[in-house]
T-cell receptor, first 113, second 113 residues
């Protein structure tokens, strides 16, 4: 069965801190995505990738970096975390572009104090 | 660009009553987009509930139905009799000939006993 695993599931950091969120998919999918979920805003796309070494800018990229090291692994980096980045983050994968089903991880709740 | 609108942020329905969650979409794609409903149960990631790729067709799953209406650009989610276990957040989504699926803001369904 398709699987997307995120770690950690919960994280608390201080303002200005450095955070890395990890995501691994075992679906052999080309596309991977990072979203943030905030009440009233729905899912907003931060960055995405269609293969190892590739990175595409999403709709809300400011303050975030991402890196796709292998087909399976996609990382989201917050180098100077701010309270506005407190959110629920989802990683996802799909085997095609917008027409296909997207498979999601269970989410990482990040709190920046 | 493409967009999806869900007007209700939260809906409360009594158990065994009917449900409708509204969704309208807008797209600049020449081709008709694929339309999706995803559901997120507490502590879980989003998962696909149903998908319709042809205008005029109806999709169904777990007692939920949605009809792709290209005239009104709508894809409302309906269920005749809800159960407590249906309490979750429901997202309408659109996929066209791009790298990204566009999600609505989500509707939280609370089913009261």
């Amino acid at each position: 069965e398709a699987a997307v695993t995120q770690s950690p599931r919960n994280k608390v950091t201080v303002t200005g801190g450095n955070v890395t969120l990890s995501c691994r998919q075992t679906n052999s999918h080309n596309y991977m995505y990072w979203y943030r979920q905030d009440t009233g805003h729905g899912l907003r796309l931060i960055h995405y990738s269609y293969g190892a070494g590739n990175l595409q800018i999403g709709d809300v990229p400011d303050g975030y970096k991402a890196t796709r090291t292998t087909q399976e692994d996609f990382f989201l980096l917050l180098e100077l975390a701010s309270p506005s980045q407190t959110s629920l983050y989802f990683c996802a994968s799909s085997d095609g572009a917008g027409y296909t089903e997207v498979f999601f991880g269970k989410g990482t709740r990040l709190t920046v104090v | 660009g493409d967009s999806v609108t869900q007007t209700e942020g939260q809906v409360t329905v009594s158990e065994s009553k009917s449900l409708i969650i509204n969704c309208t979409y807008s797209t600049t794609s020449i081709a008709y987009p694929n339309l999706f409903w995803y559901v997120r149960y507490p502590g879980e990631g989003l998962q696909l509930l149903l998908k319709v790729i042809t205008a005029g067709q109806k999709g169904s799953s777990r007692g939920f139905e949605a009809t792709y209406n290209k005239e009104t650009t709508s894809f409302h989610l309906q269920k005749a009799s809800v159960q407590e276990s249906d309490s979750a957040v429901y997202y309408c989504a659109l996929g066209a000939n791009t790298d990204k699926v566009v999600f609505g803001t989500g509707t939280r369904l609370q089913v009261s006993p």
